[in-house]
């Protein structure tokens, strides 16, 4: 992003109020995940954290139960999750919730789907890779919250680590190093 003339910034400065105003709600408007932050701030003064995790909590509920026919689609609702999960993280600043969704959409889609990922194959090959990765990311993530919250977490993350390391992900849980159980 190019850096603005400090004339420009002076002439912005000098601008009246209600032009500066019409401006920057022009501008906002272009932004979805700005504008949906400054809603979550401003308007819903960050108390609808709750409904938001439920919200995606939901969608990954509703995901799981559509009974995939492959790896491959279901590395794809993966994905669309996950995006979601990073757009409330953006919106919100929410790290518990990221890593409490991230490790319930995980967990949930396995238990709805196992499956698909029993067995290491061609067809399992990029969802297992996915899944490791995500597993090792969300390890991180724990890791760098308060350690309060890691007792929380603990048993969800073992059944996650129970399944990545005996099931298609297996492989490349090995590569990544991934423990057979996570210690508080």
Same mark, same amino acid.
Do not use: C
């Given at each position: 992003?190019?850096?603005?003339?400090?004339?420009?910034?002076?002439?912005?400065?000098?601008?009246?109020?209600? @032009?500066? &105003?019409?401006? !920057?709600?022009? $501008?906002?408007?272009?932004?979805?995940?700005?504008?949906?932050? %400054? =809603?979550?701030?401003?308007?819903?003064?960050?108390?609808?954290?709750?409904?938001?995790?439920?919200?995606?909590?939901?969608?990954?509920?509703?995901?799981?139960?559509?009974?995939?026919?492959?790896?491959?689609?279901?590395?794809?609702?993966?994905?669309?999750?996950?995006?979601?999960?990073?757009?409330?993280?953006?919106?919100?600043?929410?790290?518990?919730? @990221?890593? &409490?969704?991230? !490790?319930?959409? $995980?967990?949930?889609?396995?238990?709805?789907?196992?499956?698909? %990922? =029993?067995?290491?194959?061609?067809?399992?090959?990029?969802?297992?890779?996915?899944?490791?990765?995500?597993?090792?990311?969300?390890?991180?993530?724990?890791?760098?919250?308060?350690?309060?919250?890691?007792?929380?977490?603990?048993?969800?993350?073992?059944?996650?680590?129970?399944?990545?390391?005996?099931?298609?992900?297996?492989?490349?849980?090995?590569?990544?190093?991934?423990?057979?159980?996570?210690?508080?």
């Amino acid at each position: 992003m190019p850096a603005i003339d400090p004339d420009l910034k002076k002439a912005i400065v000098r601008m009246p109020s209600n @032009e500066k &105003d019409k401006l !920057l709600l022009r $501008l906002i408007a272009k932004d979805a995940v700005l504008t949906e932050k %400054l =809603q979550f701030e401003l308007v819903e003064h960050s108390t609808t954290l709750d409904e938001r995790r439920e919200l995606i909590r939901e969608f990954i509920r509703r995901t799981a139960q559509l009974n995939q026919d492959s790896a491959g689609w279901l590395m794809m609702d993966m994905r669309t999750i996950s995006g979601y999960v990073s757009r409330h993280l953006k919106v919100t600043k929410d790290k518990y919730g @990221e890593v &409490d969704l991230m !490790l319930y959409m $995980l967990n949930t889609l396995y238990e709805h789907n196992a499956h698909l %990922l =029993q067995k290491y194959n061609s067809r399992t090959d990029k969802a297992a890779d996915y899944i490791a990765k995500r597993t090792d990311q969300l390890l991180k993530k724990v890791a760098k919250l308060d350690p309060d919250y890691h007792i929380e977490f603990a048993d969800e993350i073992n059944k996650l680590l129970s399944w990545v390391n005996y099931a298609a992900p297996a492989h490349y849980a090995r590569q990544l190093g991934l423990p057979k159980e996570w210690e508080v």
